[in-house]
C-alpha cells in the first residue's frame, strides 16, 4: 500500500524532505522509517550540533530494515563523525 505525499513541507527535517522529494508516494514502511529518522536526526543534533544532511552519509534505511535502534544508529553516525574530524 503507498500513500500519496501530503506533507507540510515547513515541518519537516531537511533530511525528511529530501526522503520525501525522491519519491512519488511514501509506502507505510517509509513512513516509520521517517519518523525513525527524525529520532536519529533529533538525537545526533543534541550531541553534535547538525543535521544528518551535514555530515557523512550512513546506512540509515538498512539499518532501519535491520531493526537497529535510534539509539545506536545516532551513536554510530556520531562516531563515524567523530573519526573524520579527528
Same mark, same amino acid.
Given at each position: 500500500m503507498t500513500i500519496n505525499k501530503c506533507v507540510n513541507r515547513n515541518s519537516m527535517s531537511r533530511y525528511r524532505q529530501y526522503f520525501v522529494k525522491r519519491k512519488q508516494e511514501l509506502t507505510n514502511q517509509d513512513l516509520e522509517f +521517517?519518523?525513525?529518522?527524525?529520532?536519529?536526526?533529533? +538525537?545526533?543534533?543534541?550531541?553534535?550540533?547538525?543535521?544528518?544532511?551535514?555530515?557523512?552519509?550512513?546506512?540509515?534505511y538498512v539499518s532501519f530494515e535491520d531493526g537497529v535502534t535510534m539509539e545506536e544508529m545516532a551513536k554510530q553516525t556520531i562516531n563515524s563523525f567523530n573519526v573524520i574530524i579527528y
Open positions: +521517517l519518523k525513525w529518522m527524525d529520532q536519529v536526526e533529533d +538525537l545526533v543534533q543534541a550531541k553534535i550540533g547538525l543535521n544528518l544532511l551535514d555530515i557523512n552519509d550512513m546506512p540509515y
